[in-house]
């Protein structure tokens, strides 16, 4: 398992969409919710295949600015490919990342 956070300039549905298109991998699922007109909460899971672990990979990103401003927190898992072993070669840092990274030109 791996997780980021960063903290963005930009409102939840902006950074979601952002990454949505700019991710790579495949979207499951994406929902986003609205409560009290500006505060936005909304999820992002996606599926992707990394060789070098031989596995799928899970990545679960939730934004949301409920205290006033935007967080966007990636959460990878699912890449490791033995029973024993919790070896995944880096895929799920690596795409845990690769959200955050859509978004780092509107971090602070």
């Given at each position: 398992m791996a997780e980021k956070i960063i903290k963005v300039s930009i409102s939840p549905s902006i950074a979601q969409e952002i990454v949505e298109k700019n991710i790579g991998a495949d979207l499951v699922?994406?929902?986003?919710?609205?409560?009290?007109?500006?505060?936005?909460?909304?999820?992002?899971?996606?599926?992707?295949?990394?060789?070098?672990?031989?596995?799928?990979?899970?990545?679960t990103v939730i934004f949301n600015n409920v205290n006033g401003e935007t967080l966007v927190k990636a959460i990878a898992t699912?890449?490791?490919?033995?029973?024993?072993?919790?070896?995944?070669?880096?895929?799920?840092d690596d795409f845990a990342y690769s959200a955050i990274e859509c978004l780092e030109k509107y971090s602070y």
């Amino acid at each position: 398992m791996a997780e980021k956070i960063i903290k963005v300039s930009i409102s939840p549905s902006i950074a979601q969409e952002i990454v949505e298109k700019n991710i790579g991998a495949d979207l499951v699922y994406s929902e986003i919710n609205r409560i009290d007109g500006n505060i936005e909460y909304g999820v992002s899971i996606f599926e992707k295949y990394f060789f070098r672990a031989s596995n799928r990979a899970a990545l679960t990103v939730i934004f949301n600015n409920v205290n006033g401003e935007t967080l966007v927190k990636a959460i990878a898992t699912g890449s490791s490919q033995g029973v024993i072993f919790n070896m995944d070669w880096g895929a799920a840092d690596d795409f845990a990342y690769s959200a955050i990274e859509c978004l780092e030109k509107y971090s602070y």
